[in-house]
Nanobody
Framework: QVQLVESGGGLVQAGGSLRLSCAAS????????MGWFRQAPGKDRECVAF????????YSVDSVKGRFTISRDNAKNTVYLQMNSLKPEDTAVYYC?????????????????????WGQGTQVTVSS
């Protein structure tokens, strides 16, 4: 049974930092691309960051560039999202998601529908 378990969320003041972790089990982690998504109340789920299975390619949405960094440790079956200089507009539930690597570059990786497995989410709240 595949499980993705996020941790590291919480309440932080604007300008602060948090590090999210997502521990995977029940799958061959190195065969999956990973994404971090977030969803604020009343808004669509948004791809915040993405990393390929080998870490050769990463992506971050413009609103977090220079502040958030995605990384992974395949030996630990874990993907991370380091979030610095947090802003109130970063407040959301953050989810990690796994997408199987089929040997080609993953198209449409910003689309939630293209992922195979999801975590339960972790709340991040940034106070002003």
């Amino acid at each position: 049974q595949v499980q993705l378990v996020e941790s590291g969320g919480g309440l932080v003041q604007a300008g602060g930092s948090l590090r999210l972790s997502c521990a995977a089990s029940g799958l061959t982690f190195g065969s999956y691309h990973m994404g971090w998504f977030r969803q604020a109340p009343g808004k669509d789920r948004e791809c915040v960051a993405f990393i390929t299975w080998s870490s050769a390619y990463t992506y971050s949405v413009d609103s977090v560039k220079g502040r958030f960094t995605i990384s992974r440790d395949n030996a630990k079956n874990t993907v991370y999202l380091q979030m610095n200089s947090l802003k109130p507009e970063d407040t959301a539930v953050y989810y990690c998601a796994a997408r199987w690597w089929d040997g080609s570059f993953p198209d449409s990786f910003r689309s939630p529908s293209r992922y195979d497995y999801w975590g339960q989410g972790t709340q991040v709240t940034v106070s002003s």
